[in-house]
């Protein structure tokens, strides 16, 4: 295990498996166990899913995983978690392992995260989007999403009951357990990207690039969550074309929303067979 300094002097641990073209991947290594992998399982969660991931790419693909996400929450950075900040910290991890070209896969914010990372930089082999479209991305909604987040863990009278398991996640019943800390730091990430253009970056990408989604990946939220629609899905669906102009190559996942095509099941034949046609 080798560790690494981020942007705000916080270590983060990084673990490294099998070899080949090299793959950032910021996900847990490890399988969470206990009572908060019950809690990822009522959300439809694999507790095991960056481990699954890290296995299942291993086998011709030197796996650079960190688990970024664990890492913001433990050590928040509500006034500096910028897309330039996160961009510099995962070529500090590339620099820390060795790693000049990479290929990089992120899914949520991670993946627009990685969408940052490709205009910032010319080592990337390819960029793997998931769960986040290139082009008309949810910036907008993301941010009063954040907000509203933020306003709710600031308030002492937040909570409501856990997730129930059905297919359905009611986010009207979900708790808010972040504090204030861990959910500005979103906030300060959506907040600096309100004048991005996705479109007007797509010439900045040089590397071989896929995006994928879920074709039921859409979610509306409630008032007290901002009162907003986030759509991940329609941005693939709608502007497909567009896109492969661009040069990204495109997939939805039939029938599956955002938790179940982030999924290693799901994810794994997606990005390897791609992986391997472009590497």
Same mark, same amino acid.
């Given at each position: 295990m080798t560790t690494v300094k981020m942007h705000d002097g916080s270590v983060i641990p990084v673990e490294i498996k099998g070899d080949g073209p090299a793959i950032l991947l910021p996900v847990n290594p490890?399988?969470?166990e206990g009572a908060r992998a019950e809690e990822l399982r009522k959300w439809g969660a694999d507790p095991a899913l960056g481990h699954n991931l890290m296995k299942g790419l291993s086998d011709?693909?030197?796996?650079v995983a960190f688990d970024y996400e664990g890492h913001i929450q433990?050590?928040?950075?509500?006034?500096?978690l910028t897309p330039n900040n996160v961009a510099k910290d995962f070529i500090a991890i590339a620099d820390a392992?060795?790693?000049n070209k990479f290929v990089y896969y992120g899914?949520?914010?991670?993946?627009?995260s990685g969408l940052q990372l490709a205009i910032r930089t010319d080592r990337l082999l390819a960029l793997i989007m998931g769960g986040f479209p290139p082009i008309d991305g949810p910036y907008?909604?993301?941010?009063?999403?954040?907000k509203a987040t933020f306003e709710l863990s600031s308030t002492k009278d937040n909570s409501t009951n856990s997730p129930q398991e059905t297919d359905e996640l009611d986010w009207s019943t979900v708790e808010v357990t972040l504090n204030t800390n861990q959910t500005k730091?979103?906030? $300060?990430?959506?907040?600096? @990207?309100?004048d991005f253009s996705d479109r007007q970056v797509q010439s900045n990408i040089t590397c071989p690039r896929l995006c994928f989604a879920g074709s039921a990946d859409k979610i509306s939220y409630e008032e007290r969550w901002g009162g907003v629609v986030v759509d991940i899905a329609g941005p693939l669906l709608q502007n497909r074309k567009e896109l492969e102009s661009y040069g990204w190559d495109v997939e939805v996942l039939e029938g599956l929303d955002h938790t179940q095509a982030m999924q290693a099941k799901h994810v794994l034949p $997606?990005?390897?067979?791609? @992986?391997d046609a472009h590497m």
């Open positions: 490890y399988p969470v011709k693909y030197k796996v433990k050590f928040p950075k509500a006034d500096t392992v060795g790693v899914y949520s914010w991670l993946a627009l907008k909604e993301m941010f009063q999403v954040t730091q979103f906030v $300060t990430l959506y907040k600096n @990207l309100q $997606t990005i390897k067979t791609w @992986l």
